[in-house]
């Protein structure tokens, strides 16, 4: 640490960084912040040749250790609403790296792929300053946390802890899980990508008008091609790059598929995220992977992606904070259970031991007469799908603001079912990962979508969770997955279920003119909802 102060300069703040420092730790409901002093525009060696830049940031009381982080993002943003500075005030030492291509060398940005040496790089560089002794965490959240698991995996003996927040492990799955291009959520972020150059005050404005600009783009069936050039002009993109690799065994997507390296992990590892996110699934499996074999810790909220940003924030920042920081110091964290739960539709957060809870399996069964029963009914329904007229997804965007989440748009259209039920006659308490059973059967290759809504007793409608699945031509049975979820139904709700063959703009339908018959034979469907007991409810 002394070769370090002697070759690089520390200097306070300036005075408008520490009151942002202040004003977010309050919002953020952290202890009061501590002192601090950074240094910018650290040039760190890579093992090519080139150089990463990187800030790091020296609290005024002596640090438990040393938190490693990397982002596109910018110079002192940690990880979205927990930047260095505000980690620096809670008694963390913090290096911030940023992303190879996002600093200004000129070098082009390629996402994912080069995330994992180069935070390998810097931790090389971190030991050689700090020595092989030094606690050192990891903190990633969303594509931070892509890298924090690899390094995690790398150096399994090594890292102290990690703290991973809404992050993939698996572009792949995240990119084409579904069989089909998910081009809404990752057009979404290659518009956020392609302007990490721009000064802050610009990219903000443009994070701003991204609801109007997303929905004046894919307001119509569009390629990837197609909507990058609308949204983003000539500026890098590559979301059309990944939209061409459908394969998963394509050699390209090696590196970006994390999955049986979690195997690897050994460090206390706190896994968190919204459960509307739509990485939620993925980091709920690094949860059950981790969890078998070390100390892992689960935080799930309502939230969506871009809420870690807002609503989520408060909540996360806390338990990164007091993770790390006592990891760090050798002291374990203080937790009353593994999994803490922020429930949709409570106000009070649920300590567990496992997820998902224990469940008890209640089972729905759609009718010929459009109703959600407790029998199973006879017969075949069809709807006609039209790939020139997708049916809209009718949800809120995947990974910025805006969005509808309501079932309005769906109303009155001929391209899909729709089921629902009585009102409930008692709250209930729905946790888990909901499954559609279905006998479905299709004249040509498309996709089955199933998405499950609440209706209140005013008659106000909102998305609960989705499913969707590439289909080949043919009848099958098959189970399909819902998102997971956490939420308190009140009485007098009743559930609505929707079958449908498409989800445009989250997923692009294939491609053709001729529209598909879908056929569901209705006893070989069902719903599947777990259904948390309420003594487990009020636990």
């Not at 309005?408 to 039920?421: H, I, N, V």
């Given at each position: 640490?002394?070769?370090?102060?002697?070759?690089?300069?520390?200097?306070?703040?300036?005075?408008?960084?520490?009151?942002?420092?202040?004003?977010?730790?309050?919002?953020?409901?952290?202890?009061?912040?501590?002192?601090?002093?950074?240094?910018?525009?650290?040039?760190?060696?890579?093992?090519?040749?080139?150089?990463?830049?990187?800030?790091?940031?020296?609290?005024d009381t002596a640090p438990p250790g040393t938190v490693l982080a990397l982002t596109p993002y910018g110079r002192e943003e940690a990880a979205l609403a927990l930047p260095g500075g505000v980690l620096a005030g809670q008694g963390l030492r913090v290096l911030?790296?940023?992303?190879?291509?996002?600093?200004?060398?000129?070098?082009?940005?390629?996402?994912?792929?080069?995330?994992?040496?180069?935070?390998?790089?810097?931790?090389?560089?971190?030991?050689?300053?700090?020595?092989?002794?030094?606690?050192?965490?990891?903190?990633?959240?969303?594509?931070?946390?892509?890298?924090?698991?690899?390094?995690?995996?790398?150096?399994?003996?090594?890292?102290?802890?990690?703290?991973?927040?809404?992050?993939?492990?698996?572009?792949?799955?995240?990119?084409?899980?579904?069989?089909?291009?998910?081009?809404?959520?990752?057009?979404?972020?290659?518009?956020?990508?392609?302007?990490?150059?721009?000064?802050?005050?610009?990219?903000?404005?443009?994070?701003?008008?991204?609801?109007?600009?997303?929905?004046?783009?894919?307001?119509?069936?569009?390629?990837?091609?197609?909507?990058?050039?609308?949204?983003?002009?000539?500026?890098?993109?590559?979301?059309?790059?990944?939209?061409?690799?459908?394969?998963?065994?394509?050699?390209?997507?090696?590196?970006?598929?994390?999955?049986?390296?979690?195997?690897?992990?050994?460090?206390?590892?706190?896994?968190?995220?919204?459960?509307?996110?739509?990485?939620?699934?993925?980091?709920?499996?690094?949860?059950?992977?981790?969890?078998?074999?070390?100390?892992?810790?689960?935080?799930?909220?309502?939230?969506?992606?871009?809420?870690?940003?807002?609503?989520?924030?408060?909540?996360?920042?806390?338990?990164?904070?007091?993770?790390?920081?006592?990891?760090?110091?050798?002291?374990?964290?203080?937790?009353?259970?593994?999994?803490?739960?922020?429930?949709?539709?409570?106000?009070?957060?649920?300590?567990?031991?496992?997820?998902?809870?224990?469940?008890?399996?209640?089972?729905?069964?759609?009718?010929?007469?459009?109703?959600?029963?407790?029998?199973?009914?006879?017969?075949?329904?069809?709807?006609?799908?039209?790939?020139?007229?997708?049916?809209?997804?009718?949800?809120?965007?995947?990974?910025?603001?805006?969005?509808?989440?309501?079932?309005?748009?769906?109303?009155?259209?001929?391209?899909?079912?729709?089921?629902?039920?009585?009102?409930?006659?008692?709250?209930?308490?729905?946790?888990?990962?909901?499954?559609?059973?279905?006998?479905?059967?299709?004249?040509?290759?498309?996709?089955?979508?199933?998405?499950?809504?609440?209706?209140?007793?005013?008659?106000?409608?909102?998305?609960?969770?989705?499913?969707?699945?590439?289909?080949?031509?043919?009848?099958?049975?098959?189970?399909?997955?819902?998102?997971?979820?956490?939420?308190?139904?009140?009485?007098?709700?009743?559930?609505?279920?929707?079958?449908?063959?498409?989800?445009?703009?989250?997923?692009?339908?294939?491609?053709?003119?001729?529209?598909?018959?879908?056929?569901?034979?209705?006893?070989g469907c069902r719903l599947l909802l777990p259904v948390v007991a309420a003594d487990s409810e009020k636990s």
């Amino acid at each position: 640490m002394n070769r370090f102060r002697a070759a690089i300069s520390l200097a306070p703040p300036g005075p408008a960084a520490r009151l942002a420092d202040r004003l977010l730790a309050r919002w953020l409901a952290l202890p009061p912040a501590n002192g601090y002093r950074v240094a910018h525009r650290l040039a760190l060696p890579r093992r090519d040749g080139g150089r990463l830049s990187a800030a790091w940031f020296e609290p005024d009381t002596a640090p438990p250790g040393t938190v490693l982080a990397l982002t596109p993002y910018g110079r002192e943003e940690a990880a979205l609403a927990l930047p260095g500075g505000v980690l620096a005030g809670q008694g963390l030492r913090v290096l911030v790296v940023r992303a190879r291509g996002t600093d200004g060398s000129g070098e082009p940005f390629t996402p994912f792929r080069h995330d994992a040496d180069d935070l390998e790089d810097a931790y090389r560089w971190l030991r050689k300053i700090l020595g092989e002794s030094h606690p050192v965490a990891l903190f990633g959240a969303s594509y931070g946390g892509f890298a924090a698991l690899a390094l995690a995996a790398q150096r399994p003996e090594e890292i102290a802890a990690a703290a991973v927040i809404a992050a993939p492990h698996d572009l792949y799955r995240a990119l084409w899980g579904a069989g089909h291009f998910a081009l809404e959520g990752w057009i979404t972020w290659s518009d956020v990508a392609a302007r990490l150059h721009e000064p802050w005050p610009l990219r903000l404005w443009h994070f701003a008008t991204l609801p109007r600009r997303l929905a004046r783009t894919l307001r119509r069936r569009t390629t990837p091609e197609e909507a990058a050039r609308s949204l983003l002009g000539t500026r890098p993109n590559p979301c059309a790059e990944w939209s061409r690799r459908p394969a998963a065994a394509d050699p390209y997507w090696r590196p970006l598929r994390l999955g049986a390296l979690l195997r690897a992990v050994r460090c206390p590892t706190l896994v968190a995220g919204g459960l509307a996110d739509p990485f939620a699934a993925q980091f709920l499996d690094q949860y059950r992977t981790l969890s078998g074999r070390r100390a892992a810790a689960l935080t799930l909220g309502p939230w969506r992606h871009w809420q870690l940003l807002g609503r989520g924030a408060a909540p996360l920042a806390r338990e990164t904070v007091a993770w790390l920081a006592a990891h760090l110091a050798g002291a374990g964290a203080p937790r009353h259970a593994p999994v803490h739960l922020h429930v949709r539709g409570s106000n009070r957060p649920r300590w567990l031991t496992e997820w998902p809870p224990p469940a008890e399996v209640q089972t729905w069964y759609p009718r010929a007469d459009g109703t959600l029963g407790d029998s199973p009914d006879a017969g075949w329904l069809r709807f006609t799908c039209d790939p020139r007229d997708p049916t809209p997804s009718a949800a809120p965007w995947l990974l910025a603001p805006g969005g509808k989440a309501g079932d309005e748009p769906l109303l009155g259209r001929a391209d899909l079912l729709c089921f629902t039920s009585p009102p409930l006659t008692a709250p209930r308490l729905v946790a888990g990962r909901p499954r559609a059973v279905l006998h479905h059967g299709a004249d040509r290759p498309g996709a089955v979508r199933v998405r499950l809504s609440a209706v209140d007793s005013r008659g106000r409608s909102r998305l609960l969770a989705e499913g969707y699945r590439a289909r080949r031509a043919g009848a099958a049975r098959l189970t399909l997955p819902l998102d997971p979820l956490a939420v308190r139904l009140p009485a007098g709700t009743r559930l609505r279920l929707w079958v449908a063959g498409a989800s445009f703009p989250r997923c692009i339908p294939p491609d053709g003119e001729t529209p598909s018959e879908h056929r569901l034979a209705l006893p070989g469907c069902r719903l599947l909802l777990p259904v948390v007991a309420a003594d487990s409810e009020k636990s």
